[in-house]
């Protein structure tokens, strides 16, 4: 026995769930209803994408029959668009659309079947939202009781003990990585490294921040559900390319456009709940999209705030080199020292070929000669300093 205790509000996933329960009990002032269907950017648009409405109705419907409560109640509540009749057929209540009350009417005598008058709520135009008197008196909910203790008695389980549950820690998380604004945020963080890698061939920080935001992003909307095999392969297939890109063939080609589309592309399916895209509805789509762009849009804006601001600050300029050489003060290695190593004598630690190292007093030193080779343990000296050459010959 599953019984759903309403001791608030339970409207949208709530009221689904109340109705997959065998019994409802509601709290005094509690109400269920009002589940029209809503994604990351409001609820549908009228007259749009019926699809989508019609899904969630017949969701309700399926689920509320199922557990024996009423399916057009549930349907009702989340299409505005139905109109409801309560009518008594030969002293039986019944609670029918107006499409199911003009069949009985072809069933049954005029006299047999009065139409009740005042359901607040059932005409077209209005989602259904019940109060817990009103749920009572139309058989949807099984009482009107304060608390657990109550429900208890009134199902005759006094005798039982509760054990009270939560949300853990890590679904907590889950539910945080999921949320459209963090998804938004993970997103644009993703495209920031990407397109500082692609601008700057080699491995670096924004590398992993890439890899660490999209693996978060994918990970909690793998768990939820959103994300499936495919889309996951899709995002690696396409990081693959572009390490490709990065690593293997310095530049941008085929390899790293071909691995932007690919991760944008999974990105992309991961917000879409249906098992297709082509399947999915309007709304859906268009829930996705406005994610995308939002990340886009954050990505650009931060773009030009970096370029714009970032050289200026101070932390860049600690971390960056600033300065450059010019031809005008020459190409020049920073020999600075080493000229005080001319006429020094030293011992070879390599065979010089005609390149080596030698040891001057505690330095050990990269040396060449004029071409001559020189066995190692031998007694050389400094000739001259060409910049960071240092020419020997043997003594």
């Known amino acids: 026995l599953t019984i759903a205790f309403i001791n608030d509000e339970a409207s949208s996933a709530g009221a689904f769930i109340s109705f997959g329960c ?16 809503r994604t990351s950017i409001g609820p549908t648009s009228e007259g749009t994408d019926e699809k989508y409405v019609s899904d969630f109705r017949s969701k309700f419907k399926s689920i509320a029959e199922e557990n024996n409560h009423s399916g057009n109640l549930a349907q009702k509540m989340v299409d ?21 009350l003009e069949e009985k009417k072809k069933e049954f005598k005029e006299e047999d079947i009065v139409i009740e008058a005042g359901n607040i709520g059932f005409q ?47 679904e907590g998380i889950v539910r945080f990585l999921t949320h459209p604004i963090v ?16 601008t700057h061939p080699g491995w670096t920080l924004p590398g992993t921040i890439v890899l660490a935001c999209l693996a978060l992003f994918f990970w909690g909307h793998y768990l939820v559900g959103l994300a499936n095999l495919i ?16 690593f293997v063939l310095p530049g941008f080609g085929i390899a790293g456009v071909t691995g932007i589309i690919l991760v944008i592309g999974g990105l992309f399916l991961a ?25 886009f849009a954050v990505t650009l804006v931060s773009m030009v705030l970096l370029i714009r601001f970032l050289p200026q600050s101070g932390f860049w300029k600690r971390v960056a080199l600033t300065t450059s ?3 005008t003060g020459g190409y020049r290695a920073d020999t600075a020292g080493m000229e005080t190593l ?22 050990l030193l990269d040396v060449i000669t004029e071409g001559d080779f020189i066995e190692t343990e031998k007694e050389v000296r400094v000739l001259r300093v060409d910049g960071n050459r240092i020419v020997v010959s043997k003594v």
């Open 342 to 363: 001319i006429g020094k004598t030293g011992r070879t630690v390599s065979i010089l070929r005609p390149s080596g190292r030698a040891s001057f007093g505690d330095k």
């Open 231 to 246: 889309e996951i392969l899709m995002f690696i297939i396409g990081v693959g390319l572009l390490l490709v890109e990065i």
């Open 271 to 295: 917000l879409i709940k249906s098992a297709s895209p082509f399947q999915a509805p309007k709304v859906e789509l268009m829930g996705a999209f406005y994610i995308m762009a939002w990340s």
């Open 183 to 198: 998804s938004s945020l993970l997103m644009t963080l993703g495209f920031l490294g990407l397109i500082f890698e692609v």
């Open 22 to 37: 065998d019994k409802i009990v509601m709290a005094p002032g509690s109400s269920i209803g009002s589940a029209e269907p």
């Open 325 to 327: 050489e010019v031809k």
């Open 80 to 100: 505005k668009d139905i109109e409801l009749k309560k009518v008594k057929i030969k002293g039986e209540d019944f609670i029918l659309t107006t499409e199911e």
């Open 124 to 170: 077209k135009g209005k989602l259904l939202n019940l109060t817990a008197k009103d749920a009572v008196e139309l058989k949807l909910a099984e009482a009107e009781l304060k608390n657990k203790e109550e429900i208890l008695s009134y199902f005759g389980l006094k005798d039982s003990s509760l054990i009270g549950t939560s949300p853990n820690w890590s």
